[in-house]
């Protein structure tokens, strides 16, 4: 196997694979409204999973990957996504892993885990109906809730991971972490990132890793608990024994042992999401010029701090 490293000695093990950059929501971090998830839906073409599988294999045999994490976009609107799971869980790479907006997760959870993935993540801003259309302009924020019960009682591995935003959602750290709680599940709040039509206005909306804090301490006294590496992050224990984290991309930044290469819907990699410069792969890449690419790749990570880019997480996978 050849490693594929950098002076830090970072390691490609957790691949991210964007299945497509369309979505049901229209969340105010990821797209600037409604036209722009209507324009990029009219023009939207899914690589097959067989292309899709070709190319995770084609990664896997240079990298020897631990975990696969299936994005997008909204990657419940694939239309081949069991036979994709399926499909990677054939190749033998032990943890097969998804995140989702959750609003079609009550009826495909069962059938992805029977396909054999393990893990998902559910994005969740608010439990406030009024305050979940402001976050993601949808209404029925239940869809998303049975959406998690129904990943729990299909017996997957659940995380709630949640924007929060000042200005907008900050009061619903506590609502967010009760319906974590009650379910016994973790949640993740995660600090704005600098990313897409965001990239030079984040720091207007950045709640701190030390505010989401002090808001969780108005209910719950915790202890922090030791960092995993390469986890993307931070987690406290409450006295009652429920954990939640804190991805602090900005307060605690967690570049300096990344793991991860991500693998946008049009065959591109890329090392970082702070780079926008695609990298392509294609079928006719010899081993010799795929190690290239993934050099390239690891040449794009940041070593200090997260600084973002102009690319979309809508296109470039969350």
């Known amino acids: 196997m050849t490693l594929i490293n950098d002076i830090y000695n970072r390691a490609f093990k957790t691949l991210r694979v964007s299945l497509l950059s369309r979505c049901n929501l229209s969340c105010v971090y990821c797209t600037m409204g409604e036209d722009e998830v209507k324009e990029n839906n009219l023009h939207q073409h899914p690589a097959p999973a067989a292309i899709l599988l070709q190319q995770i294999q084609q990664l896997h045999s240079v990298l020897n990957l631990e975990t696969i994490r299936l994005t997008g976009g909204e990657p419940l609107l694939y239309h081949e996504l069991t036979e994709l799971i399926k499909g990677i869980a054939a190749t ?31 994005s969740l801003d608010a439990v406030d109906e009024d305050l979940f259309f402001l976050m993601s302009k949808r209404n029925h924020v239940q869809k998303v809730i049975s959406g998690i019960d129904a990943a729990i009682a299909a017996g997957l591995q659940v995380k709630i ?6 200005g907008m959602n900050a009061d619903q750290v506590i609502p967010l972490l009760d319906v974590a709680f009650e379910r016994n599940i973790p949640i993740r709040f995660l600090e704005i990132m600098a990313m897409g039509h965001l990239h030079d206005s984040a720091g207007n909306y950045l709640f ?12 719950y006294t915790f202890i922090k608990v ?32 990344c793991n991860r290469l991500r693998l946008d819907s049009n065959g591109n990699i890329y090392g970082c999401l702070s780079s926008n410069h695609p990298i392509t792969l294609n079928s006719g890449n010899d081993e010799a010029a795929l190690i290239s690419k993934l050099q390239q790749a690891m040449n794009q990570k940041q070593r200090l701090k997260f600084t973002g880019s102009n690319l979309s997480m809508l296109h470039i996978g969350g």
Request: glycine content about 6%; proline content about 2%.
């Open 92 to 122: 033998g790479i032990s943890k097969i892993k998804l995140t989702t907006n959750g609003f079609l997760l009550e009826r495909l959870a069962a059938p992805m885990k029977e396909a054999g993935l393990q893990s998902i993540n559910v």
């Open 161 to 166: 991971n949640s924007v929060i935003m000042k």
């Open 226 to 257: 030791e960092r995993a590496k390469a986890a993307t992050a931070n987690y406290w224990q409450t006295t009652e024994g429920h954990r939640f984290g804190i991805i602090a991309n900005e307060s605690e930044p967690f570049c300096h042992d």
């Open 208 to 219: 701190t890793q030390e505010e989401i804090l002090e808001r969780v301490s108005r209910k």
